[in-house]
C-alpha cells in the first residue's frame, strides 16, 4: 500500500473513533482529530465542540512536536489545560502512526472538569450531615443478633485476639460496649454473646456491672 493512501487509511478509521467518542461521552468531554500530515489545517473533525475551534484551524504544540519528533510519546494521558474561555480541562493526546513509523494523525480528548467541580459541590452539599443528631443512633434496616457477634468479633480482633480469648477484662469492657450501642436489647442477644464467648448464658450476666445486671 502506497504510504499516501494508508495515512487516509487511518484518518478515516480515526474519524469513525472520534464521533463514537464524541457521542458516548458527550456533553463533558471534545473528541479532535488532527491531521498531522497537514499541520497548517490540522484539525478536520470535532465532535462535541467545548472549545469553539474549528475544523482547519492549525495544530496544537503537542501535535507540533510529534511532527518534527517520531519519538515523542505516543499517549500522554490525564494532563491539566483549559478551554479558550478559562473554564479547566483535563486532556489525553493519542497519536497514532503510520506502518513507517511517522506520526499521521492524533485524537485528542478535552474534559470540561468545570462541569464536574459543579456537580461535585452539590454532590458534597448534600450529602453532608450535621454533628450530633438524636440521642439514641438510628438503624434504617432491621437490626438483629448477628450485629452482636460481629460487634465481638471486631472487639477482640482490635485486641489481637479472639472472642474465646479474651480475658475477663476485656469481656466486660466489651460488654459495656455492647449495652452502650443498645445491641443488648436485642431479641437472643445474651445468647449470641454466650455462644460467641463460649460460656453458659448465666455467666455473660456476671461480666455486666452489678447495677445493670437483670
Do not use: W
Not at 438483629?144 to 485476639?161: C, G, K, M, P
Request: hydrophobic share 40%.
Amino acid at each position: 500500500m502506497e504510504r499516501d493512501d494508508e495515512n487516509r487509511l487511518l484518518l478515516r478509521e480515526a474519524r469513525k473513533i472520534v464521533q463514537a467518542l464524541g457521542e458516548t461521552l458527550a456533553p463533558l468531554v471534545e473528541v479532535v482529530l488532527h491531521d498531522l500530515t497537514r499541520p497548517e489545517h490540522a484539525v478536520v473533525a470535532i465532535a462535541n465542540n467545548l472549545s469553539g475551534r474549528q475544523v482547519g484551524e492549525p495544530a496544537t504544540e503537542i501535535g507540533l512536536a510529534r511532527i518534527t519528533d517520531p519519538g515523542y510519546p505516543e499517549v500522554i494521558q490525564n494532563y491539566p489545560n483549559q478551554f479558550p474561555d478559562g473554564r479547566p480541562a483535563k486532556s489525553t493526546s493519542i497519536g497514532l502512526k503510520n506502518s513507517g513509523g511517522e506520526y499521521v494523525a492524533a485524537i485528542c480528548l478535552n474534559l470540561d472538569t468545570s462541569l464536574l467541580g459543579a456537580v461535585t459541590a452539590s454532590l458534597g452539599q448534600l450529602m453532608q450531615t450535621r454533628s450530633g443528631g438524636p440521642p439514641l443512633r438510628e438503624a434504617l434496616a432491621p437490626r438483629s443478633a448477628d450485629e452482636v457477634r460481629a460487634a465481638l468479633e471486631r472487639f477482640a480482633a482490635a485486641r489481637n485476639t479472639t472472642p474465646l480469648g479474651m480475658t475477663l477484662a476485656q469481656r466486660r469492657e466489651a460488654m459495656r460496649e455492647l449495652a452502650d450501642a443498645g445491641l443488648l436489647n436485642l431479641r437472643r442477644a445474651y445468647t449470641e454473646v454466650a455462644q460467641t464467648l463460649g460460656v453458659a448464658r448465666s455467666t455473660v450476666y456476671t461480666y455486666l456491672p452489678t447495677e445493670d445486671r437483670p
